[in-house]
């Protein structure tokens, strides 16, 4: 005779995206959204300035920190923090924004950087600046 336990299975679903901040940004005037330490420990730093005119119509913008169902990472690549993700998912810019992402020597040093001194890797500054991505005729993120 064979004894079986019943299986317990966890059937919540688990959270994959944490809400940190959400503003509405006019059209007209645009704006600005940071993170700040205490707003979230993963995406600390993270910031978007939107510019007047870049949005179509007064938008809602949430920031994210993904925490679950990440995808894997491209060959060759290290993350070095948690992705985060902004909504509406497919806004379309209508001209470029700036987004912010910061970044310590040791999350560098983390990632395989092993030249500080390589410009591609501002390390005095935190910051990285990345090209805009066009795409559908407008700027999106």
Known sequence: MVYRRP?????????????RKAA???????????????????SQGFEIVIPPGALPQDTKIVIKDRVANIPQSPTGLVPIGLPITLEPDGTIF??????????TTEMLIYAGVTDPTNPAHPIDTGWRIEPVILANGGFMC
């Open 7 to 19: 299986v317990l299975r966890n059937t919540a679903q688990v959270q994959a995206d944490i809400e």
């Open 24 to 42: 509405l940004i006019t059209a007209a005037e645009g704006g600005t959204i940071k993170i700040t330490e205490t707003e979230s420990p993963y």
């Open 94 to 103: 209508k001209t470029p924004v700036t987004i912010k992402i910061h970044y």
